[in-house]
T-cell receptor, first 110, second 112 residues
Framework: DAGITQSPRHKVTETGTPVTLRCHQT?????MYWYRQDPGHGLRLIHY???????DKGEVSDGYSVSRSKTEDFLLTLESATSSQTSVYFC?????????FGEGSRLTVL | TQLLEQSPQFLSIQEGENLTVYCNSS?????LQWYRQEPGEGPVLLVT?????EVKKLKRLTFQFGDARKDSSLHITAAQPGDTGLYLC????????????FGGGTRLMVKP
């Protein structure tokens, strides 16, 4: 199994609070991704990174920011969480085109 | 409207039946992948197809990439309860580098 871990795995927060999700990999892969998964929508790309300090937006990036200060960590931040950001968030890594996913972080915004 | 449309969205069948899941688009893809996801876990890659008309088999699963590289299908023969899960197709558009776009998924339940 690819070495990828997400934290926290579950979080409940209130509208307007900041939230940071962490993705940690031990595979030294260049590419890292954050997706959200909602019923009927499959997986939608939020942001991705192609190297340290190199990031770009995906199709649903509004309300999210990311940072990658070292190869192994990719952080997803919700500056001010909203109820529409209630979702399951998946981190993925890739070296050669195949995506390896973490186990997901379930976020509930009340 | 999603770039990749999967059908059916839900499928409930008895053990031993055959089934086909479809992944369709009006766009051309340079490659297409199929993933399976079990509850509480992340998706896991099953196969990648890159050539129009390509057929790949993985035990009882047969994957086909359309001749025009706009669609794909997944056929399961003699389904088993262990095949239960969410099946996702994902494609790389011909003009989009290596970014994957996912379909909405097909949720399969195989009853014993």
């Amino acid at each position: 199994d690819a070495g990828i871990t997400q934290s926290p795995r579950h979080k409940v927060t209130e509208t307007g609070t900041p939230v940071t999700l962490r993705c940690h990999q031990t595979e030294n892969h260049r590419y890292m991704y954050w997706y959200r998964q909602d019923p009927g929508h499959g997986l939608r790309l939020i942001h991705y990174s192609y190297g340290v300090k190199d990031t770009d937006k995906g199709e649903v990036s509004d309300g999210y920011s990311v940072s990658r200060s070292k190869t192994e960590d990719f952080l997803l931040t919700l500056e001010s969480a909203t109820s529409s950001q209630t979702s399951v968030y998946f981190c993925a890594i890739s070296g050669t085109g195949e995506l390896f996913f973490g186990e997901g972080s379930r976020l509930t915004v009340l | 409207t999603q770039l990749l449309e999967q059908s059916p969205q839900f499928l409930s069948i008895q053990e031993g039946e055959n089934l086909t899941v479809y992944c369709n688009s009006s766009s051309v893809f340079s490659s297409l992948q199929w993933y399976r996801q079990e509850p509480g876990e992340g998706p896991v890659l099953l196969v990648t197809v890159v050539t129009g008309g390509e057929v790949k088999k993985l035990k009882r699963l047969t994957f086909q990439f359309g001749d025009a590289r706009k669609d794909s299908s997944l056929h399961i023969t003699a389904a088993q309860p262990g095949d239960t899960g969410l099946y996702l197709c994902a494609g790389v558009l011909s003009n989009a580098g290596n970014m994957l776009t996912f379909g909405g998924g097909t949720r399969l339940m195989v009853k014993p």
